[in-house]
């Protein structure tokens, strides 16, 4: 089974500042990826960053950063320079590649705000 | 080009009636799978296809959920005699493959409320 778990449920952050969005997962699968999304109000699931278990380096995509720890099992991405249009939910996900099939499993999320 | 799309955007129905929720996947994209989104938590698994076949429907939470692909590119959720537990956001996502690190598109969503 495949559990992912991000433990803040909101954040407030200033503009142009950075901020860490915490994901711990747990599974059994020994080849697995990572995933997080953002989800504006309109709810349309954005996809943002990727992070395989066999990947030597931390992913990086522009402002998007995953700060990922495998034997701590944890995932977090980094966001620099917050924008206004940042403010959104944020999902962290995954998704084994062996036993759990192609599914991904999310977290409950973290509702980001930027604040000006 | 097009995006994931899903029809209706909202659905309004009444305890008991059958419902049949649309997703239209990026052309190209060989695997399809339906997520359940409720109030304030991440989406949940529904069931996933591979081409024309459901590869996992172990998330369909009970016999009232059935969705096809019958031609391996537009599908249909369809559910039957509709609870008020069935209210959620329906979402839909497409990926090039069903494997590796491909992420996976995802449609606006149909919002279902059953009353």
């Known amino acids: 089974a495949q559990k992912i778990t991000q433990t803040q449920p909101g954040m407030f952050v200033q503009e142009k500042e950075a901020v860490t969005l915490d994901c711990t997962y747990d599974t059994s699968d020994p080849s697995y990826g990572l995933f997080w999304y953002k989800q504006p109000s309109s709810g349309e699931m954005i996809f943002l960053i990727y992070?395989?278990?066999?990947?030597?380096q931390n992913a990086t995509e522009g402002r998007y950063s995953l700060n990922f720890q495998k034997a701590r099992k944890s995932a977090n991405l980094v966001i620099s320079a917050s924008q206004l249009g940042d403010s959104a939910m944020y999902f962290c996900a995954m998704r084994g590649y062996k036993a759990a099939g192609n599914k991904l499993t999310f977290g409950g999320g973290t509702r980001v705000l930027v604040k000006p | 080009g097009a995006g994931v799309s899903q029809t209706p955007s909202n659905k309004v129905t009444e305890k008991g009636k059958y419902v049949e929720l649309r997703c239209d996947p990026i052309s190209g994209h060989t695997a399809l799978y339906w997520y359940r989104q409720s109030l304030g938590q991440g989406p949940e698994f529904l069931i996933y296809?591979?081409?024309?076949?459901?590869?996992?429907d172990s998330g369909l939470p009970n016999d009232r959920f059935f969705a096809v692909r019958p031609e391996g590119s537009v599908s249909t959720l369809k559910i039957q005699r509709t609870e008020r537990g069935d209210s959620a956001v329906y979402l839909c996502?497409?990926?090039?493959?069903?494997?590796?690190?491909?992420?996976?598109?995802f449609g606006p969503g149909t919002r279902l409320t059953v009353t």
């Open positions: 996502a497409s990926s090039l493959t069903g494997t590796g690190s491909h992420e996976q598109y």
């Open positions: 992070q395989g278990s066999y990947d030597q």
């Open positions: 296809f591979q081409g024309t076949g459901a590869a996992d």
